[in-house]
């Protein structure tokens, strides 16, 4: 059971393993394929063509029984052509065995723009063959017509102890701006500051705490892997961002409600 609104970091996306997408409802279109929603390139999501009754349903197969304790709905819901998901609701279900049992229900898709964060009950994954399930279903939209699903996540997250935080004002982290001349996008100048976080933990959670941080620093930031950040997920699920490395290729579009940098400094107090 995570505490409420200590701050949480997503970073392994049970999404990466899935050896085989099923679209149950809806055409996958090939040239902007449902993968596309954990490349990590928030300009390149998925544009699935809806069907008939303007619902998409996705079945994502996982090689392990691992649950997932958050579903992360990245931002930037439509793309330069007008394909977006905003307006319509979806529903995320995993296999127990028998059937699919409901996880999130009907949620309303928030503004384009906002990631957005959702805690999930406990939940035990049951073998569909053999292989493990979530399935990913979206309504309300116009018949046939093609939307668009950003970054996702669906994974667990390492729970940070309570934080003091604040920015730098005194500290510019980036000023830049670039043009992609081949695709047209244009990427903002921005000047942003730095967030200082720290974390601190008594002496008698070490054991555990520990493992967690350096599994975090060993299998996500010493491989340059992104990773989502929450500042508060139930105060403000809203407030949810997309972490990358310098040296990440990936085409990030910089806008000053979707990026941050954050510094994070581990303090142990006795």
């Known amino acids: 059971m995570m505490n409420t609104d200590y701050p949480l970091i997503a970073y392994n996306n049970l999404l990466e393993s899935t050896s085989l ?9 090939t040239s902007a394929p449902m993968t596309n929603v954990y490349d990590k390139d928030k300009l390149n999501p998925a544009i699935p063509q809806a069907d008939a009754t303007g619902t998409v349903t996705v079945t994502f197969d996982l090689p392990t029984a691992t649950s997932a304790q958050v579903f ?3 931002a930037d819901r439509h793309d330069a052509a007008g394909f977006k998901s905003t307006g319509g609701t979806f529903t995320l279900s995993y296999w127990n065995g028998v059937a699919f049992v409901t996880l999130l229900s009907a949620v309303t898709i928030s503004a ?10 406990t939940h035990i994954l049951g073998l569909s063959g053999a292989v493990y399930q979530y399935q990913l279903t979206y309504t309300g939209f116009i018949a046939n017509s093609s939307i668009s699903i950003p970054e996702l996540f669906l994974g667990q997250v390492l729970e940070l ?10 500290n510019e982290v980036y000023r830049g701006s670039k043009l992609d001349s081949i695709s047209g996008r244009i990427y903002k100048t921005l000047h942003y500051r730095r967030l200082e976080l720290y974390p601190s933990w ?8 520990d493992v967690a941080i350096n599994a975090f620093r060993e299998d996500c930031l010493e491989l340059l892997k992104s990773f989502w950040f929450a ?18 290729n990936a085409a990030y579009q910089i806008k000053t409600s979707v990026h941050r940098t954050f510094k994070l400094k581990f303090v142990e107090t006795v």
């Open 161 to 170: 102890p309570p934080v003091d935080y604040g920015f730098d004002e005194y």
């Open 21 to 29: 997408i099923t679209m149950v409802a809806g055409t996958n279109n």
């Open 112 to 121: 384009a723009n906002t990631a957005t964060i959702y805690k999930l009950t």
């Open 72 to 74: 992360i709905m990245g």
């Open 231 to 248: 500042w508060q997920p139930d105060t403000s699920p809203d407030a949810v961002y997309l972490g990358i490395h310098d040296g990440d």
């Open 202 to 209: 008594s002496v008698l959670d070490r054991q555990t705490f």
